[in-house]
T-cell receptor, first 114, second 115 residues
Framework: GNSVTQMEGPVTLSEEAFLTINCTYTATGYPSLFWYVQYPGEGLQLLLKATKADDKGSNKGFEATYRKETTSFHLEKGSVQVSDSAVYFCALSDRSGNTGKLIFGQGTTLQVKP | EAGVTQFPSHSVIEKGQTVTLRCDPISGHDNLYWYRRVMGKEIKFLLHFVKESKQDESGMPNNRFLAERTGGTYSTLKVQPAELEDSGVYFC?????????????FGSGTRLTVV
């Protein structure tokens, strides 16, 4: 079945460091891929998305490229800030059954220290 | 526009009690989803409504969970009787389109603790 695997956390970085959170997936067909973020005390927010191979999603300085050949969608940011501290979830859309449900990874906690 | 609203934000109940979670989707969104994150693990799909009809309830863990969406507006998720393993964060989401091509809008979640 479809699944998403994220790198284990927590990830602790200093401010202005480079961030990579790895995400790989297994899916039949051609899912859309997403990164969601949950800031402390808040709900899940869509950070970025890519709907087909080689698409690059970007938002707030974060980027991720849909790599079909490596089944990956790694999240990157060139210079993190303390305000980026949150839990990040990689997800894919499960188009089987036509419900539009999302399959999530286990989440990666990012802590950015000043 | 108002976002997806969930309440309560937190609930602590004893094992064997009943709890009802509520979700108010964005007005006009026919699709409503429930998800759950247990003990820091992945967020898992529970079920999907289109208006008042259950489109997919394959993720519901067992018959102690009952979801309703009367009139196709707000939805409730009842757990009766609650067990310790039901503790977690329950998220609701809504979307205008059924497909997840563009993502949904999620609520802030209800943190349920069963003691």
């Amino acid at each position: 079945g479809n699944s998403v695997t994220q790198m284990e956390g927590p990830v602790t970085l200093s401010e202005e460091a480079f961030l990579t959170i790895n995400c790989t997936y297994t899916a039949t067909g051609y899912p859309s891929l997403f990164w969601y973020v949950q800031y402390p005390g808040e709900g899940l927010q869509l950070l970025l998305k890519a709907t087909k191979a080689d698409d690059k999603g970007s938002n707030k300085g974060f980027e991720a490229t849909y790599r079909k050949e490596t089944t990956s969608f790694h999240l990157e940011k060139g210079s993190v800030q303390v305000s980026d501290s949150a839990v990040y979830f990689c997800a894919l859309s499960d188009r089987s059954g036509n419900t539009g449900k999302l399959i999530f990874g286990q989440g990666t906690t990012l802590q950015v220290k000043p | 526009e108002a976002g997806v609203t969930q309440f309560p934000s937190h609930s602590v109940i004893e094992k064997g009690q009943t709890v009802t979670l509520r979700c108010d989707p964005i007005s006009g969104h026919d699709n409503l989803y429930w998800y759950r994150r247990v003990m820091g693990k992945e967020i898992k799909f529970l079920l999907h409504f289109v208006k008042e009809s259950k489109q997919d309830e394959s993720g519901m863990p067992n018959n102690r969970f009952l979801a309703e969406r009367t009139g196709g507006t707000y939805s409730t998720l009842k757990v009766q009787p609650a067990e310790l393993e039901d503790s977690g964060v329950y998220f609701c989401a809504s979307s205008q389109d059924k497909g997840a091509n563009y993502g949904y809008t999620f609520g802030s979640g209800t943190r349920l603790t069963v003691v």
